[in-house]
């Protein structure tokens, strides 16, 4: 059972400024000899490697991850072919639907809460344990400790890369023309309602969000302010329980920032997409998102400038990165974070000879103490070996990051990974009808959570 996740700043003391030289992988050794050996095969006779992952679309490791898998298919003379998409839900329903037709990739980067649960209990995934009977060493570079197991027997399956938090971030050059100080790490909810206020009244959307399309990071920051470090992974056994009145007053509190006018007015049916660009242009303050957005934010930078190979620093700095405002018993500097997806080798790659010796080699090459640092930079890492801290490495926002963290108290895992599937959709795919008040706090939360407890 995956377990909280809420630890001190100790936590962070994986966090990558540099990268590091990449050990011998034998593994990849032994690819390179098994085609040098085989020199002169027919093309269609070598080893086809297919991959599923989420870097695509504004993902910031995507270009990171074609540059690194353009990499390994030169060194092994595996055909590697990328299936990769921009991870929402349409994805998950796709991804679980080619496991359930027997379509499934030979290697999945995926999420490995309970959305993975249906996979791994029909065995269609193999596990860190079976993996190392036959290569002892592999994942052996990354700290176990920090890589959550499998909600279904405990075990690992799910090979990570890095770790991710969520925070707010911040449209300075929004702040200041409506007069708003830069938040801190003593952020309070009846302050952020302040500065929203101000910021409405300036003329400018106070929050970029896409209620209609990504209202999961709002879902979950509304919840965990009325939870606490310690209990924001239980879900509640009804929305009449203590417990699960937090959750309807977390989406009471979505409600009341709707009506107060501080979404966009297309916030019901704006694409995630088209509420980033609100947000880079200038036109909206706040951006509650992950990590991830980091590297989409500098590629909008550079984009900005209309040559994607040159940053515009200036513009850079006008953006930032706080804490979400705290409206209970949990600390702004408390942060939803931790270590949520990793790469699957599936059964069907796995009992093939040859495909599961590529997709060991695949997984290996891209968790490796070299290609991680890649990945990782601002974020937490799971790497065992931490590289010296170089800073001239990294651009203005990834070192306010970097700073952000420092100061953080605790990550603690989503409880969004824990509530899969159809008991998401009455505050997921219904948080419109919510806010709109069509539908109650209450009985949407009632709904999801008589669906969860109804599974269980």
């Known amino acids: 059972m995956r377990k909280h996740t809420g630890r001190k700043i100790g936590l962070f003391a994986g966090i990558i400024m540099a990268l590091t030289a990449c050990s011998g992988d034998s593994v990849i050794e032994r690819l390179e000899q098994h085609w040098t050996e085989q020199t002169g095969i027919e ?54 639907t080619d496991f359930e037709t027997g379509s499934e990739p030979d290697v999945l980067f995926f999420f490995n809460g309970a959305d993975a649960n249906g996979f791994i209990q029909a065995g269609k995934v193999v596990s860190l344990d079976e ?54 790490a003593d952020y309070t909810w009846e302050r952020f309602l302040q500065d929203c206020e101000q910021i409405k009244q300036a003329g400018y959307v106070p929050i970029a969000a ?12 509304a919840i965990f302010n009325h939870t606490t470090t310690w209990n924001h992974q239980t879900i509640p056994g009804s929305a009449d329980e203590a417990l699960g009145q937090m959750w309807v007053q977390g989406m009471e509190d979505i409600k009341d920032l709707y009506q107060r006018g501080y979404f966009p007015a297309n916030t019901n049916s704006a694409t995630d997409e088209q509420i980033f660009a609100m947000f880079t242009n200038d036109k909206a303050a706040f951006l509650l998102d992950g990590s991830w957005r980091v590297g989409s934010i500098v590629y909008a930078c550079r984009k900005y400038l209309n040559q994607p190979d040159i940053l515009d620093e200036e513009r850079l700095e006008q953006f930032d990165v706080t ?60 790497l065992k070996k931490v590289p010296e801290v170089n800073e001239g490495d990294y651009n203005s926002l990834q070192l306010k990051a970097m700073e952000m963290l420092k100061q953080s108290t605790s990550l603690t895992g989503a409880v969004q990974d824990l509530f899969q599937g159809e008991c998401r959709e009455s505050t997921f795919d219904g948080m419109p009808d919510i806010v709109t008040g069509k539908v109650s706090a209450h009985d949407a939360v009632a709904k999801g959570l008589a669906i969860y407890n109804a599974e269980k």
């Open 43 to 96: 093309q269609e006779q070598r080893v086809v490697l297919e991959v599923v992952s989420t870097f695509a679309g504004n993902d910031g490791n995507a270009q990171d991850y074609r540059e690194a898998c353009q990499a390994w298919a030169r060194q092994t003379g595996v055909t590697l072919v990328d299936m990769s998409s921009i991870s929402d839900e349409t994805f998950k329903t796709r991804v679980i």
């Open 131 to 184: 993996i190392r009977k036959i290569y002892p060493d592999f994942a052996s570079n990354l700290d176990e400790d920090m890589i959550p197991g499998s909600l279904v027997d405990g075990k690992i399956y799910a090979i990570p890369v890095n770790g991710y938090w969520e925070a707010l971030f911040v449209n300075r050059a929004v702040l200041e023309a409506a007069g708003v100080e830069m938040p801190g």
């Open 210 to 221: 896409s209620l209609g399309n990504i209202p999961h990071y709002w879902w979950e920051y």
């Open 323 to 382: 804490f979400v405002p705290t409206a209970g018993n949990r600390k702004a500097t408390d942060l939803i974070g931790g270590v949520s997806m990793g790469y699957y080798i599936t059964k069907a790659a796995w009992e093939d000879e040859k495909t599961r010796e590529a997709a060991v080699s695949f997984v290996s090459y891209m968790t490796s103490d070299e290609i991680a640092s890649e990945f990782v930079q601002h974020t937490a890492s799971v």
